[in-house]
């Protein structure tokens, strides 16, 4: 009998704990979250390109550095299995269509560390940014209401977003995608 309400005591503390985590992460995500009109597609891009987040060295780069070119944010994790899966394609893509203004920013939302050593194992070819909370509130901002990765992010040339994608991403669909703005 005493090993029963040890048992209940502990699926109870941790009942408690993990409705304690939902609630402190939709407070931390409600005060860092942007702002973003309803309708809102511009005022996403505006959000990403206002970011500055640590690449792989850890200097601040801008997004903003990036305006003028056909971006393709993808918003991913080590741990994510489906965003490990689809990377390789980006990859072959960067370097298919660099010299026609596309570029993909990887902004992952894991350790910098174990984002650094992903990134040099499978050969990353386009610049990976790190953030924790701040760059899941510019995927929010970007329409990602889910929380899920990978999220994909398409902007034109003049800053506007073209369409997102929440899941993996197929190359033919990704294609579709960038090709007519390039």
């Known amino acids: 009998m005493m090993k029963l309400k040890q048992i209940l005591l502990y699926v109870g503390i941790a009942a408690f704990a993990v409705t304690a985590g939902f609630l402190l992460r939709g407070q931390l995500a409600d005060s860092n979250s942007p702002i973003v009109a309803t309708g809102g597609a511009n005022m996403g891009a505006e959000t990403i390109f206002a970011a500055s987040l640590p690449d792989m060295q850890g200097t601040s780069q801008a997004i903003s550095q990036w305006r003028g070119k056909v971006l393709v944010v993808n918003f991913w994790a080590t741990w994510c299995e489906p965003c490990r899966k689809e990377i390789p394609e980006f990859i072959e893509l960067q370097e298919q269509f660099r010299d026609k203004g596309l ?80």
């Open 103 to 182: 570029l993909f920013i990887g902004i992952a939302v894991d350790q910098p560390e174990k984002v650094a050593a992903f990134s040099k194992e499978i050969g990353i070819n386009y610049p990976v940014l790190t953030g924790g909370m701040q760059a899941m509130a510019l995927a929010e901002a970007a329409g990602n209401n889910h929380g899920a990765l990978p999220f994909t992010v398409i902007i034109d040339r003049s800053g506007k977003i073209t369409g997102t994608h929440l899941g993996r991403l197929s190359r033919n669909k990704l294609e579709a995608m960038f090709k007519p703005l390039l």
